[in-house]
């Protein structure tokens, strides 16, 4: 789960506060640096009817963002966190700022 930090739908705030809605990560392109995030990203692409799709027409999906633009949701704290490395008896684990809480 992560939070959009940039674009059209990164968190709103309403009276002083700020409202963030925790999204799904769908994919991970790690060579190119890119997320599929859940409902950002809306692009509609026309497509020409096929064996799969006898209607054809307009097709609306997710595009990939870049990573930079979402950060982790700590669902213990209820808010987006950053991430610490450290090492545990020899392992490299990844643990939540906010929390403290490992991230599996």
């Known amino acids: 789960m992560v939070i959009v930090i940039s ?11 700020t409202i963030y809605k925790p999204r799904k990560v769908l994919k991970v392109l790690p060579e190119d ?5 859940e409902g950002v990203g809306i692009v509609t692409r026309h497509t ?6 006898t209607k054809g027409g ?6 990939p963002i870049h990573i930079s633009n979402v950060m982790l949701w700590d ?5 987006p966190t950053k991430v610490k490395r450290s090492r545990e008896s020899g392992k490299l684990v990844r643990i939540a700022k906010k ?3 490992e991230i599996k």
């Open 7 to 17: 674009g059209n739908s990164k968190p709103q705030k309403e009276d002083g506060k």
């Open 33 to 37: 640096g890119r997320v599929v995030v």
């Open 48 to 53: 020409k009817p096929s064996a799969q799709n």
């Open 58 to 63: 307009l097709v609306k999906k997710e595009a």
């Open 75 to 79: 669902a213990k704290a209820g808010a």
């Open 99 to 101: 929390s403290g809480e």
